[in-house]
């Protein structure tokens, strides 16, 4: 199965700035999902979304992050106020469908925030 | 609270020779596990799904065992070879969310 694709790939921003992340799935699915991995870390999953709503949220995923599905297609992560500990890899990931469990993860856009 | 072990940060093993890696959990009732494989700056790679109901699943080279009353899952790569130099990792899944462990790095040795 195709990934999906994430832009951009690395974005470098400044404390307190607001930074989107895109997650462009190639093809029409309605289950998605953010995951982060600080540098050297294990991957935390941050939020699931379904059906252009969030499906659940992880103790991370507190005020400053907002996720959207804009145009019925990208579905975006939006740090509103940027901090130095937001900096990590940050994984879209798809599930095809209700009775699919496995996940496949996009590349990653790897945030670093000065 | 819930916790996801993966023994052995690291495994080093000759070419040819199966690596086996683990995978244990405490205060977790899983509907399945999942192995993934990542590379270095790459998202995660889906491998192998195992359900509660299952004692094993394959594919190629690639086995998994899930034993619930131990809360352990094993994982083996047969006749291993360089190129399955990589980080494996375990995850416990429901329907909403996948919870990762910390990876064991596997390297495979010519």
């Known amino acids: 199965e195709p990934e999906v694709t994430q832009t951009p790939s690395h974005q470098v921003t400044q404390m307190g700035q607001e930074v989107i992340l895109r997650c462009v799935p190639i093809s029409n699915h309605l289950y998605f999902y953010w995951y982060r991995q600080i540098l050297g870390q294990k991957v935390e999953f941050l939020v699931s979304?379904?059906?252009?709503?969030?499906?659940?949220k992880s103790e991370i995923f507190d005020d400053q992050f907002s996720v959207e599905r804009p145009d019925g297609s990208n579905f975006t992560l939006k740090i509103r106020s940027t901090k130095l500990e937001d900096s990590a890899m940050y994984f879209c990931a798809r599930k095809p469908g209700l009775a699919v469990d496995e996940q496949f993860f996009g590349p990653g856009t790897r945030l670093t925030v000065l | 609270s819930q916790k996801i072990e993966q023994n052995s940060e690291a495994l080093n093993i000759q070419e040819g020779k199966t690596a086996t890696l683990t995978c244990n959990y405490t205060?977790?009732?899983?509907?399945?596990l999942q192995w993934y494989r990542q590379d270095p700056g790459r998202g995660p790679v889906f491998l192998l799904l195992i359900r509660e109901n299952e004692k094993e699943k394959r594919k190629e080279r690639l086995k998994v065992t899930f034993d619930t009353t131990l809360k352990q899952s094993l994982f083996h790569i047969t006749a291993s070879q360089p190129a399955d130099s990589a980080t494996y990792l375990c995850a416990l899944g429901s329907a909403r969310q996948l919870t990762f462990g910390s990876g064991t790095q596997l390297t495979v040795l010519p």
């Open positions: 979304f379904y059906n252009n709503e969030i499906s659940e």
């Open positions: 205060n977790y009732s899983p509907a399945y």
